[in-house]
């Protein structure tokens, strides 16, 4: 029931002129009335201003009614009527009186309502009468409703969504403002699963006029095309559209148009194929490309399999799963990792289940190809299989039959042929570089920033052009466009005034056309090379085979571009006289570079010095580097795999790695260049001048080192793979030492040789520093912190030395001699393993060693045989004869003894194997000579203990 109000004509009338005046009638008037009637008073005579066109001053009014409000109920303890104000700003709402202002203020008391469900239902009805009248709510609507949203339990996104939705259907958003827009984001990308209303936001284009200044309205634009491609709203629009939009933003264009896929890109040929575009093609990663390593170098893909392992289980992934058959090569590759782990045997119990056998034959047939391919590509990639497998299990009929490619003939075909280098490529600078080829015109974008176009005779056209990553710019001799590779397909974009974009016209999308297989000239060739780009691969063929592979990626190396093949014939050379020098080039001399690149980059670098001086290019002669160390690289390994598997060495293997002696070096084959490195090293520095008392320093190098723990111990490593216990994995390693070190000088046997090992007080950098010592030259190898040690090789010429003071160092260990050895002894002595088997083994004369040198039992059958009861080796232990094992415990508790010392092994089992090998299966150990080392040497040095 309406109530009786004092009258407001008087103040209505006085409203024109004095507004402030009228006002303070009306407030004077609710002066007189009781606490609880002013605030309704005050609403109603809002009402009655709003109902006379007095928005402003209804507006005014409603305000003064909830402060009066606030303060009675404050001092008063009157309490409020919000829903009687909630009907008063709503009944306001269309005459224009309710201000944002009002709004907000009422969003705020409703956050607080004790009814938090009325609460949420009167500020929807509040924005509802805003919307109803065609009023665009302030941007901040959305974060005042959300707290009365959560408090009625409603979630704050379905609270955005239906402001944005309520918004969308009124038709008010275009007009809304573009924080309104930014806070309603989430919403509308949500909102355009609906295909209704995403129509609505395609049209809800913002109105320009809602701003004086462009470059606001044009920020608002690029935001309702960035809501539209987020929202893949291209899925809805049709070419037409986008040609009554006129050019656009890149970013937006390319985000909207994207979704659209072939019905705004029509293909651009009927032989197009994605993959093989010189374009956009890129090789695939293969599915067997191994992973990256961890910290620790190891493969984390490769499986820890030993023989018990569940391989019924994996055989039943292995056909299906492609996971499995990258773990199945995982553990290929990784064979011969771990010294004490017996691969062989796991392989056997692997290659029982048929599906296992199955996918490794299928993954080898691969392998098998490319170490025939003919180039070093193919060849690096096989032997991280071929080689393992070979070493593990070399009569595996994957292996039977096998084309090993020898790397130094790759390396010279490589470089007789020609090398991309050789040719001037496009200056490119630092930064990222996109080169595409469209007929004789090659289009160079640099940083995303600016293109540069190059013809067959130079530079055609140059502009300043921002393009998104990921879109290759061209240029057709008319126009520039921007042709991408998305998962929808082909998409190309012709570039407007300004730097926009927009799509182009015609039945057939424009992309360019260049040539992907093309004859090449290299410089001085006097054939042709076919060099190919396929699958982002760049292939070069000479006499009908591949001679190089390379990625292709059409960015910047070395502050040039490589464009695609089809651009090469107009590429003037880079080095003319290098490149006369590589077209003349022999076998001989490569095989010297890869020699000197066994030993290390400063020997290979005097080496490209002395033997191909009329290189002079920077970029052309890092090519030929890089080729022979490759091809050095791989040449380790094809060495190896011609070792293990039995197989005749190529013909013209370089110098410093070619076996003199027939004995084949296998897994240690580094270790022969860096030995005959050193010898040739020291053999130099012994003859450089006359020796004095106390050594004197004569330079420093710079070389790969051998492994010096593999010094003087071949006669050890000959005795303990001698023994019937030793497993057959054990074996074959220790006669790939002796078939290495037996090959060098370290172990011929002259005696010529020692090792040697200081300590200092301080921290110094000693390695590669080469002396001329009293005896004849020393270099050091090794540095070691925090015990400042280094471990140092001296070489006599006579075989004589005598004890010396290294200024600065004390001596740490005793002086190890070079021991058992020679090439003749070697060959006899794996010939006799090979036709004899094992040597027969004689306890008792481990007890006679023990009695005449006064050593613990299980100390002088540590020596003898070995101290297999270290952690990992419990599997080799187990192999052991009960009256062998029994050596090594104490005979009245039965526990097993502490091992003594790792040095004593090695020295003491150096002198027990018999100068003769034919002794060791005809008489054993050499215990005599044992004891006589034992007297006059070993019993004299202080042999550290084992932890």
């Known amino acids: 029931m309406s109530k009786e109000w004092p009258g407001l004509d008087e103040a209505l009338a006085r409203s024109a002129d004095d507004p402030r005046g009228a006002r303070a009638d009306v407030l004077r008037t609710a002066g007189t009335l009781a606490a609880g009637a002013a605030p309704e008073f005050l609403e109603h005579a809002a009402r009655v201003f709003a109902a006379h066109g007095l928005p402003e001053q209804a507006a005014f009014l409603f305000g003064r009614a909830r402060e009066l409000e606030d303060a009675h109920a404050r001092l008063l303890g009157v309490p409020a009527d919000p829903a009687r104000a909630h009907r008063t700003l709503v009944a306001l709402v269309p005459?224009?009186?309710?201000?944002?202002?009002?709004?907000?203020?009422?969003?705020?008391r409703l956050a607080t309502h004790p009814d938090p469900a009325e609460a949420h239902r009167w500020a929807r009805e509040a924005l509802e009468a805003f919307v109803g009248a065609g009023i665009v709510p302030y941007p901040n609507v959305v974060a005042d409703l959300t707290p009365v949203a959560r408090a009625a339990g409603i979630d704050a996104a379905d609270e955005e969504r239906f402001v944005a939705e309520r918004l969308l259907r009124a038709g008010l958003l275009p007009r809304a403002p573009l924080p309104l827009w930014e806070a309603l984001a989430g919403a509308l990308n949500g909102l355009a699963e609906d295909d209704e209303l995403l129509d609505l936001l395609i049209a809800a284009r913002p109105d320009p006029d809602l701003y004086d200044d462009p470059q606001p309205a044009a920020a608002h634009h690029r935001y309702w095309l960035l809501r539209l491609g987020l929202a893949r709203a291209g899925r809805r629009l049709s070419r037409a559209w986008f040609r009554e939009a006129g050019p656009l933003p890149a970013d937006e264009l390319i985000r909207l148009a994207s979704s659209g896929g072939g019905r705004l890109f029509p293909p651009p040929g009927r032989f197009f194929d994605p993959q093989a575009d010189p374009v956009v093609g890129r090789p695939a990663r293969h599915p067997l490309a191994p992973a990256e390593p961890d910290r620790y170098g190891t493969d984390p893909e490769a499986p820890h399999w030993r023989e018990d392992a569940d391989f019924g289980a994996f055989a039943a992934e292995v056909e299906h799963d492609q996971g499995a058959r990258r773990r199945l090569d995982a553990f290929v590759r990784s064979l011969g990792r771990y010294d004490n782990f017996d691969y062989p045997a796991v392989l056997r119990a692997m290659l029982e289940h048929g599906p296992i056998r199955r996918a490794l034959d299928e993954q080898f047939a691969e392998w098998r190809d490319e170490c025939a391919a003919g180039d070093l590509d193919g060849l690096e990639r096989s032997l991280l299989r071929l080689v393992p497998m070979a070493e593990a299990r070399p009569d595996d009929r994957v292996l039977a039959g096998l084309e090993i490619t020898d790397p130094v003939d790759a390396a010279w075909r490589a470089l007789r042929a020609g090398l991309p280098e050789e040719l001037r490529f496009p200056h490119a600078g630092d930064g990222s570089v996109t080169a595409v080829l469209h007929g004789e015109l090659l289009t160079v974008g640099l940083n995303g920033e600016r293109i540069v176009v190059h013809g067959p005779a130079g530079?055609?056209?140059?502009?300043?052009l921002s393009f998104p990553v990921g879109t290759h710019p061209w240029f057709d001799g008319t126009d520039v466009y921007l042709s991408r590779l998305d998962v929808t397909g082909p998409q190309t974009y012709r570039v407007a005034d300004g730097g926009l974009l927009e799509l182009p016209d015609g039945e057939r999308l424009p992309w360019p056309q260049g040539r992907a297989s093309v004859p090449v000239a290299f410089p001085g060739g006097a054939e042709p090379v076919q060099v190919t780009l396929d699958r982002g691969v760049l292939r070069m063929l000479a006499d009908g085979r591949t001679v190089m592979r390379r990625r292709f990626t059409g960015s910047a190396e070395d502050g040039v571009v490589v464009p695609p093949p089809g651009f090469w014939p107009h590429l003037p050379p880079a080095d003319p006289d290098g490149s006369a020098a590589l077209r003349r080039l022999e076998r001989g001399t490569v095989a010297r570079l890869v020699d000197a690149a066994l030993v290390g980059d400063g020997e290979l670098d005097s080496?490209?010095?002395?033997?191909?001086?009329?290189?002079t290019d920077g970029r052309l002669r890092t090519a030929v580097r890089t080729i022979v160390r490759r091809s050095a690289s791989a040449l380790y390994r094809t060495l190896r795999l011609h070792d293990a598997l039995g197989l005749e060495r190529p013909s013209g293997t370089p110098d410093r790695v070619r076996s003199v002696s027939g004995l084949r070096a296998g897994r240690q084959v580094e270790q022969v260049p860096a030995v005959r490195f050193l010898a040739e090293l020291l053999e130099d520095a012994a003859g450089s001048g006359p020796a004095y008392d106390v050594p004197h320093p004569l330079g420093r190098v710079a070389v790969r080192f051998p492994n010096y723990l593999r010094f003087g111990?071949?006669?050890g490593e000959a005795l303990l793979a001698a023994w019937p216990w030793t497993p057959r994995f054990q074996r074959a390693k220790a006669r790939d030492l002796l078939g290495a070190l037996g090959d060098t000088p370290w172990g011929d046997g002259s005696g010529r040789w020692r090792r040697l090992w200081f300590r200092s007080t301080s921290r110094q950098d000693p390695v590669g520093q080469v002396w001329r010592t009293p005896n004849g030259a020393m270099v050091n190898l090794t540095f070691q912190t925090p015990q400042n040690e280094s471990v140092a090789m001296e070489y006599s010429p006579d075989g004589s030395f005598r004890d010396f003071v290294l200024p600065g160092w004390t001596v740490r260990y005793a002086p190890r001699?070079?021991?058992?050895?020679?090439?003749?002894?070697?060959v006899r002595y794996l010939r006799l393993l090979d036709e004899r088997g094992t040597a027969p083994y004689d306890v008792e004369a481990v007890h006679r060693l023990a009695e005449r040198t006064g050593l613990r039992l299980h100390t002088a059958a540590s020596a003898?045989?070995?101290?297999?009861?270290t952690l990992g080796y419990e599997g080799e232990a187990a192999l052991l004869p009960s009256e062998v094992a029994a050596l090594y415990r104490d005979p009245g508790t039965g526990e097993l003894a502490k091992h003594e010392s790792w040095q004593l092994d090695d020295a003491l089992r150096e002198v027990l194997m018999p100068d003769e090998p034919e002794d060791l299966w005809d008489g054993g150990i050499a215990v005599g000579k044992a004891a006589e080392w034992w007297e006059r040497e070993g019993r004299h040095l202080d042999w550290p203990r084992a932890a």
Do not use: K, M
């Open 95 to 108: 005459s224009g009186a309710a201000t944002p202002t009002l709004l907000h203020d009422h969003l705020a």
């Open 459 to 464: 530079v055609v056209h140059e502009r300043a």
């Open 607 to 615: 080496e490209l010095n002395r033997l191909l001086p009329e290189i």
């Open 713 to 715: 111990v071949l006669g």
């Open 817 to 826: 001699p070079q021991g058992w050895g020679g090439a003749d002894r070697i």
């Open 864 to 869: 003898a045989y070995g101290f297999p009861f």
